[in-house]
């Protein structure tokens, strides 16, 4: 069997959508005649922990851990944080910040760069090369962000010889914090160039939506026959697994972060009337100050109940027992350019999706290829009110969903193996 080095900041016990793609990718190549190698940090600053995922790492799969440097530290002991405390993945996106928050924001994008994972290069190149040799390594397969670790994949790959997969969940530059900062900036000059470098250096490009497939072949000139679009997706074995949780009650769910960019203010009018005063709205995850602000504006707390991150097998049972699902997508420029992992979560439970953005948007075009919700616009009030009145008058909890098979793990991890044998 081949191998394949995984470079990968998250890990479990990392939860959170990140962990989810490199922990499913290494629970199912070795199907496609594949062993994953991980190379991770110890002990690193995720923004949310999820111990029962350490169950979910095949027996199989050997995993090599790292010490890191974390600046976070600094912007803990900056904003008078704990050390224990737990960082947004939104909070350069914040525009209300203390002094001493603007100074961590100006270091974290002035010295940190591409990124405040840094500080594990030099940490990851030395074991990187270690586990290369010992384990006869065929292809070395890095999945960002943190970007910088896309960084210390090239530094291997170019010290080894070997291929090279660089997979991007999320943009780099294209990033709202990047879209705001002056182009002849340092820090912008520099995150483009080292973007720059990965691209040309890698030997494929994978990313998880169309959008952004088409935006690094036309706007970065990289030849489309080098870029390749894997989604996200569900695993069908652990979503059978899991019970529904106990809920009596009609359900509208939202789960994973959700910032200011991502305001439901048209469903939140919506559920402003009398009719649907027995509907529970639920969040689970982190919330914005700003959109709590929004539901006390719109009176709507009677029916709102906020959950703090919870296990991943949990989250899916929440899922699982709900009416119909929430998906905003950020009202920003470049929406298109990623996915919300929920809403392969969503897909794989069953139920049935209301997401608000742009027609035509890649989460549109899936929607409607699985027939697993629709899409509506912005400020399409009465679309959504019909979608509710929909749900609650055939009382479905679960969609009929068509072409989901798509996006199982299973199949994804298959075709990411198809790329490893082109390129060994």
């Known amino acids: 069997m081949k191998k394949v080095l995984i470079v990968t900041y998250y890990w479990p016990p990392s939860g959170g959508p990140g962990v989810q793609r490199v922990l499913r990718f290494a629970k199912y190549l070795p199907q496609f005649g594949w062993q994953p190698i991980v190379l991770t940090v110890k002990n690193g600053d995720y923004p949310a922990v999820d111990n ?54 100006f270091i974290r994008m002035n010295i940190f760069i591409p990124d405040a994972r840094i500080g594990w290069m030099s940490f990851a190149v030395k074991a990187g090369m270690k586990i290369i040799k010992e ?27 070997l291929r090279w997969v660089a997979d991007f969940r999320d943009p780099w530059m294209e990033f709202v914090t990047y879209q705001t900062m002056d182009p002849n900036s340092y820090p912008f000059r520099r995150n483009i160039n080292l973007q720059r470098k990965v691209f040309n250096n890698t030997n494929r490009i994978i ?10 072949n036309e706007k970065y000139q990289i030849p489309k026959e080098k870029i390749q679009t894997i989604t996200n997706g569900f695993d069908a074995e652990f979503i059978d697994k899991v019970a529904p949780s106990e809920n009596k009650k009609l359900t509208l769910i ?30 689970i995850g982190n919330i914005s100050d700003e959109i709590k602000k929004e539901i006390s504006k719109f009176n709507l707390q009677n029916i709102v109940v906020y959950k703090p991150y919870i296990p991943y097998q949990e989250v899916i049972a929440e899922i699982k027992s709900s009416t119909a699902c929430i998906l905003p997508i950020d009202n920003v420029p470049n929406n298109d350019l990623f996915i919300a992992g929920k809403l392969f979560d969503y897909l794989g439970c069953g139920i049935p999706v209301l997401a608000l953005g742009k027609k035509g948007c890649s989460v549109d075009n899936i929607l409607t290829e699985t027939g697993s ?3 509506f616009d912005y400020d399409d009030v ?16 679960s969609g009929q969903n068509k072409n989901v098979k798509n996006y199982e793990r299973k199949e994804l991890s298959r075709r990411l193996a198809e790329i490893f044998d082109g390129l060994s």
């Not at 995922?53 to 095949?58: A, G, M, R, V």
């Not at 960082?87 to 350069?92: G, K, M, R, S």
């Open 207 to 216: 990313t998880t939506c169309d959008g952004f497939t088409r935006l690094i």
């Open 135 to 161: 384990e006869n390594i065929d292809v070395i397969y890095s999945c960002s962000p943190p970007h910088s670790l896309q960084l210390i994949a090239n530094k291997l790959a170019k010290k080894s010889k």
């Open 382 to 397: 009465e679309g959504i009110k019909d979608f509710i009145e929909q749900r609650l008058k055939e009382k479905i909890l």
């Open 52 to 105: 029962s995922l350490e169950n979910e790492i095949p027996k199989e799969v050997k995993v090599y851990k790292t010490q890191t440097i974390e600046p976070f530290t600094i912007y803990k002991w900056l904003t008078g944080k704990k050390k224990n405390a737990k960082i947004d993945t939104y909070i350069l996106t914040n525009k209300k910040k203390s002094f001493f928050e603007r100074l961590a924001h």
């Open 254 to 283: 939202h789960t994973g972060t959700l910032p200011k960019e991502r305001i439901p203010y048209s469903l939140l009018k919506v559920l402003q009337s009398e009719s649907y005063k027995n509907i529970e709205l639920k969040f």
């Open 373 to 375: 919700g629709v899409l």
